[in-house]
């Protein structure tokens, strides 16, 4: 801000916006500049003006607005004039770090066809006779920064193919940098116009309509740049991860911290459900009388409680251990007091959950101790009521009337039990959703995407048998996400950033056998990972209890595990996140169908219908026997073959 960037445009085009000292500029305007006929092989430049970075009246949102701001100019322009006051670049080079990983995150989506832009440094108010030359070492330092960093986030996005900051962003240090003296010479109003600020902005003006020409054979029309606006517009909107970072570094020390964070709580989690199903629900189950239920349930919420304590204590220590020997902990201490809130908050919601499934499991062990006990009281009450419908029932009566009598009795029986107290809660497709969003924080978009694009509510147990081998057509067609790229040889990767893409993918290489044979070889690899999938839901299904996210991590972590271990020696390509994602939701809707029927049988074995129709059946025949005028011995011999 306050750069002189209106002022610089006004000088090279010779156009009117609006100048002044402080934020004069709000948004972004744009003006059409003729060029000479016969000159260029264009007609117009549109010559954007934008507000200025770094404003102080936006306070805090500074970071997210000037990163949304820069991303859009240089996504629109094809050379993009970047004004400085003075030799300080540091400033915009945090913003450049943000710009190259949305760009590379939005290339990744297939959002933007050729995202590859030209970015010019002026430097005014440095009238110093060699400052280019003085500067150089500095220059060269910050395109060394920028290198590095783009190899860091393309690696971490893994794109293979990004190697420098001008695979995305063009940009020469020896060509593109140009320092100027200031305006005036001496002080406004009475001060002349400084000839040396108007022969350098002639220059520049002169390199930049250089650039173009050099560049491009082709050239925009109005029709094809609103477009360029429209797509560039939404991926931005779409991109609600990056651009909230002050630099990529930070950016690196989140993913890093979330990363911990997110694997601190599977332990709590897993840790706490344990306990549950294999300690307190046995326990339980050695209760046989009321008094023997209520008192274990007590020693048990004592005991979870504890666990509990001992779980977030274990947990905290490991994070403020993290926190500390960290290698970005200068950049992490900022979450520092966020995390550890909302790992209390997150273990004392786990705890309440895992409490209203012991007492669940209270309510349905008391349900036993009570049926034992009223078992002998029904069974002397189903011969006082089955002599009497004996005597008011006429011989031969229909079974359907017996059947209602009895259903009428079975009813008053019900009625003494304790009602019906299971919680359902969020449903299994939920908890996976909850998962994929925790475990892939940076690609909800993508996970949205997939999860609309397989649908698990409409795989049924015979549907998943379907997708047990993986195809093609599942893996690569009908995508929108870039995340398989050929591996190019070293003098094909300056241009493979800006190719074109096919099929949802990034290709340089023209060589179709290639990409076949690639794709044919991932489909395998995908494969011997998901038999490795099938092996795991099968032993998961065996479960006897609630589906719990830790099953969903289960297979996630069987599918990224396979697919690093597999890739490792895989030379022919190189995949992306974006590839584990769609084959851990494929696995996951493979193992769907799965995990609702244990999670169904389990319930259903749990309530108090499950437990009583284990003996309405006998009560049921004893009934029918009385009424129909059986002798003791059929009502006994009944009874001994169904106990």
């Given at each position: ?442 690609e909800r978009q993508v ?168 003996i309405k059946e006998r009560?049921?025949?004893m009934f029918f026997n ?18």
């Open positions: 801000q306050s750069s002189g960037k209106s002022t610089l445009l006004n000088t090279m085009f010779g156009l009117k916006f609006a100048v002044s000292a402080g934020r004069c500029t709000r948004g972004a305007f744009l003006q059409l500049v003729p060029v000479e006929p016969g000159s260029s092989k264009f007609d117009f430049v549109a010559v954007i003006d934008t507000e200025g970075l770094r404003a102080p009246e936006l306070g805090l949102d500074k970071y997210r607005h000037d990163n949304e701001l820069a991303t859009l100019v240089l996504g629109l322009g094809d050379v993009t004039v970047i004004n400085l006051k003075g030799e300080n670049s540091a400033e915009i080079k945090d913003i450049l770090q943000i710009v190259v990983h949305a760009f590379i995150r939005m290339k990744m989506a297939n959002r933007m066809q050729d995202l590859r832009r030209r970015c010019i440094f002026v430097h005014q108010n440095v009238p110093a006779v060699g400052a280019k030359e003085k500067m150089m070492d500095q220059n060269c330092k910050m395109q060394e920064d920028l290198d590095k960093i783009t190899r860091e986030a393309a690696e971490g996005e893994k794109v293979a193919s990004v190697r420098c900051f001008s695979d995305i962003i063009s940009f020469d240090s020896d060509k593109d940098i140009f320092y100027m003296s200031d305006l005036w010479l001496g002080d406004p109003p009475m001060a002349p116009v400084n000839p040396g600020y108007s022969h350098k902005v002639t220059e520049i003006k002169t390199h930049i309509l250089h650039c173009l020409d050099e560049k491009y054979k082709t050239f925009l029309g109005f029709d094809d740049f609103a477009l360029r606006i429209k797509d560039l517009w939404t991926a931005i909107m779409s991109e609600d991860f990056v651009f909230s970072f002050r630099n990529s570094i930070e950016m690196k020390a989140y993913n890093l911290m979330e990363s911990e964070f997110f694997d601190v709580k599977r332990r709590c989690d897993v840790q706490l459900n344990e306990w549950l199903t294999k300690t307190a629900s046995i326990q339980l189950q050695k209760c046989t009388t009321s008094k023997s239920v209520h008192q274990t349930k007590e020693r048990l919420k004592i005991e979870l409680h504890r666990l509990q304590d001992n779980c977030e204590t274990n947990g905290m220590d490991r994070l403020m251990k993290f926190f500390d020997e960290n290698p970005y902990s200068e950049q992490t201490i900022q979450w520092k007091s966020n995390k550890a809130n909302s790992l209390s908050e997150y273990v004392r919601s786990l705890g309440g959950e895992v409490t209203r499934k012991l007492e669940q499991f209270c309510d349905l062990q008391l349900l036993e101790t009570e049926q034992k006990s009223k078992q002998s009281q029904w069974e002397k009450a189903i011969f006082i009521e089955a002599r009497k419908a004996a005597e008011e029932m006429p011989e031969g009566c229909p079974d359907d009337e017996v059947e209602k009598k009895f259903e009428s009795l079975w009813k008053k029986f019900l009625g003494d039990l304790p009602p019906e107290r299971i919680e359902y809660g969020e449903s299994v497709l939920s908890r996976i959703e909850n998962f994929l969003r925790e475990c892939y924080p940076k996970i949205r995407d997939y999860l609309d694009q397989f649908n698990f509510e409409h795989c049924s147990g015979s549907r998943a048998e379907e997708i047990s081998d993986l195809t093609e057509q599942q893996l690569f067609e009908n995508d929108n996400n870039s995340f398989f790229e050929i591996r190019l040889k070293k003098r094909e990767r300056a241009q493979q950033f800006g190719s074109t893409f096919t099929g949802g993918f990034i290709f340089s290489d023209p060589n179709e056998n290639a990409k076949d044979e690639a794709k044919s070889e991932l489909t395998e690899i995908s494969n011997r990972v998901f038999r490795q999938v099938k092996t795991e839901v099968a032993d998961i299904s065996k479960s006897t209890r609630w589906f719990e996210e830790t099953d969903a991590s289960r297979v996630q972590k069987v599918v990224a595990d396979g697919l690093n271990r597999e890739l490792t020696d895989f030379k022919r390509a190189t995949t992306t996140i974006i590839f584990e994602i769609k084959v851990v939701i494929l696995a996951l809707r493979y193992a769907y169908p799965h995990f609702v029927e244990f999670d169904q049988r389990f319930r259903d074995s749990c309530s108090i219908k499950a437990k009583t129709d284990k009560i049921r025949n009385m009424v129909r005028r059986q002798s003791g011995a059929k009502i006994a011999a009944d009874y001994v073959r169904t106990t």
